[in-house]
């Protein structure tokens, strides 16, 4: 089974910290997702990746970053956290013209 | 970037009663996924589909391809409480670069014991 791994499911972060958000997939896939999930407006893309070293800005990157310095690791990163990137975060991977699969999601709640 | 229609946005219906959702998109598409997302859960693939007019099931699942390659349906045969979610479809569009996905907005099904 394709495996999809977020590294926390929950997380609270006061405004201003940095947050770490990591995900690992064990299939080789060579692209990699982040998304946010909010009531409403569905699912958004914040980064992708299709190889390592290398990443594209998606819908909504503003206010986050990303890392991929292996093929099976993703990270996202939140310099500094303010309230309206409370949310669900999700991670998916994917072969190229194939299906994604995602991670467990991890809700962050930033006070 | 691009949404996918997906309707309807909400369903209320009674355990063993037959489910029907679509998405419909103005562009061709080379692939559609279809989705489930319990609450606080990452969303799960039900059924994938890559030709024009396929129709795939997975139990009591039904998806189909659509033969204009502009819209994909889901049906659910007697629904049972677990079927209680959320269902996206995603899809690739053709002749896009990379590899990013749509996503419809989702359809919320409840079921009624």
């Known amino acids: 089974d394709v495996k999809v791994t977020q590294s926390s499911r929950y997380l609270v972060k006061r405004t201003g910290e940095k947050v770490f958000l990591e995900c690992v997939q064990d299939m080789d896939h060579e692209n990699m997702f982040w998304y946010r999930q909010d009531p409403g407006l569905g699912l958004r893309l914040i980064y992708f990746?299709?190889?390592?070293?290398?990443?594209e800005k998606g819908d909504i990157p503003e206010g986050y970053s990303v890392s991929r310095e292996k093929k099976e690791r993703f990270s996202l990163i939140l310099e500094s956290t303010s309230t309206n990137q409370t949310s669900m975060y999700l991670c998916?991977?994917?072969?190229?013209?194939?299906?994604?699969?995602f991670g467990q999601g991890t809700r962050l709640t930033v006070v | 970037g691009q949404q996918l229609n997906q309707s309807p946005q909400s369903m209320f219906i009674q355990e063993g009663e037959d489910v029907s959702m679509n998405c419909t998109s103005s562009?061709?598409?080379?692939?559609w996924l279809w989705y489930k997302q319990d609450p606080g859960e990452g969303p799960v693939l039900l059924i994938a589909?890559?030709?024009?007019?396929e129709l795939t099931s997975n139990g009591r699942l039904t998806a189909q391809f659509g033969i204009t390659r502009k819209d994909s349906f889901l049906n659910i045969s007697a629904s049972i409480p677990s079927d209680v979610g959320i269902y996206f479809c995603?899809?690739?569009?053709?002749?896009?670069?990379?590899?990013?996905?749509?996503f419809g907005e989702g359809t919320q099904l409840t079921v009624n014991p």
């Open positions: 562009s061709i598409f080379n692939t």
């Open positions: 995603a899809g690739h569009p053709h002749r896009t670069s990379g590899s990013r996905l749509t």
């Open positions: 589909l890559y030709k024009a007019g």
């Open positions: 990746s299709y190889d390592v070293k290398m990443k």
């Open positions: 998916a991977s994917r072969f190229s013209s194939a299906e994604a699969f």
